[in-house]
């Protein structure tokens, strides 16, 4: 999940031996008008919408980077609490990455820009992407960074018990 009070993008992965094929993605968003508690309870209700036609595994969030104002990272640490809540209160498990570690584990660089994470995205994914938002690549190379991550954490138990 790419977490915001507005639009909160998400991506379904699966793994296939060594590969991975995106399952769906996009976004969710709240109606303007509508004040910070009644948002909070609309993206937790479209979070639970999701996750009763999935049944993920695992989920990945995206942690606040440094640098935001305080209001906006008030802001988007509720919309986190709401959507963590929503996660939590299901028993899925729940794994976190900064926007550096995702950039990094995607292109190779913390510090690539949103048009070269959509293409990597893209291209790992083997797919073009037709009507993927920002948020939605977001959600996916975070499913990305996660799947990596969890590959490597194998390996690593595994060279340890030999």
Request: charged share 25%.
């Amino acid at each position: 999940l790419d977490p915001g009070s507005l639009h909160t993008g998400y991506g379904f992965v699966e793994r296939h031996g060594s590969s991975l094929q995106a399952l769906d993605a996009g976004r969710f968003s709240c109606p303007r008008d509508l004040d910070l508690p009644r948002r909070l309870a609309h993206l937790a209700g479209r979070l639970e919408e999701l996750i009763a036609g999935r049944r993920p595994d695992l989920a990945v969030v995206e942690t606040p980077f440094h640098g935001m104002n305080a209001r906006s990272l008030v802001v988007l640490a509720q919309a986190r609490g709401a959507l963590l809540a929503v996660l939590a209160g299901r028993g899925i498990e729940v794994r976190e990455f900064s926007p550096a570690e995702v950039k990094s584990a995607v292109t190779g660089n913390g510090r690539a820009d949103k048009d070269q994470v959509a293409r990597m995205v893209r291209l790992l994914l083997a797919s073009r992407g037709d009507g993927w938002s920002s948020d939605a690549t977001d959600a996916l190379a975070l499913a990305i960074c996660c799947a990596q991550r969890l590959r490597l954490d194998r390996i690593t138990e595994e060279s340890r018990l030999c």
